[in-house]
C-alpha cells in the first residue's frame, strides 16, 4: 500500500492524514470516543496494529496479555483488507460511555466485506478506549 502523511486522511475528514488521525497516532489523545473511533479505522487504513492495540480495553474480546500474537492477527487481517472509506452513522456521547455506529467499507482479499457496528467505548484515566462492537454484516 503507498500512503503518504500528505494523502487524505483515510477516516474520511478530507483533512491530509499528517493533520488529522496522524496526531493522534503520535500520541496526543482523541477528546472524543467519535475521534477515537475515526483514528482507530484510519489505523487499521495504515496499518498501525500498535495503535489498535493501545486504544483497544482489557475488556474487549480481542485483547491479549499475549502482545505478539495479538500483533500478528491484526497484521493479517490488515495485510489481507482495504479501508476503502468510512461512513458515521451515529455517535452518542457520554461518559464515561459512549457509542458511535458506523459503516466500514472494506474488501477482504478483494471482496467486499463492508459492515455496520454499533462501538462502545469508555473512558478510563482521560482516555478513550474501544471496548466491544455489535457487528452486522451486510449482505450486498
Ligand atoms: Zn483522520
Known amino acids: ?9 483515510p477516516c474520511g475528514s478530507k483533512k491530509k492524514y499528517k493533520k488529522c488521525c496522524k496526531i493522534f497516532h503520535n ?3 482523541p477528546k472524543t470516543a467519535l475521534e477515537l473511533m475515526k483514528s482507530r479505522y484510519c489505523a487499521y487504513a495504515v ?3 500498535k495503535y489498535i492495540m493501545s486504544t483497544t480495553h482489557v475488556l474487549n474480546n480481542e485483547y491479549s ?8 492477527n491484526i497484521q493479517n487481517f490488515m495485510k489481507d483488507a482495504s479501508f476503502n472509506s468510512l461512513e ?5 456521547d ?20 463492508t459492515f455496520t457496528e454499533k462501538s462502545k467505548f469508555i473512558k478510563e484515566n482521560e482516555k478513550w478506549l474501544y471496548v466491544s462492537g455489535d457487528f452486522n454484516q451486510e449482505n450486498i
Open 65 to 72: 496479555e499475549d502482545k505478539n500474537t495479538w500483533e500478528e
Open 94 to 113: 457520554g461518559a464515561p460511555e459512549a457509542y458511535v455506529t458506523f459503516k466500514a467499507n472494506i474488501d477482504i482479499n478483494g471482496v467486499d466485506s
Open 88 to 92: 458515521v452513522i451515529e455517535f452518542i
Open 47 to 49: 496499518g498501525n496494529s
Open 1 to 9: 500500500m503507498k500512503f503518504s502523511v500528505n494523502s487524505l486522511c
Open 27 to 29: 500520541g496526543s489523545l
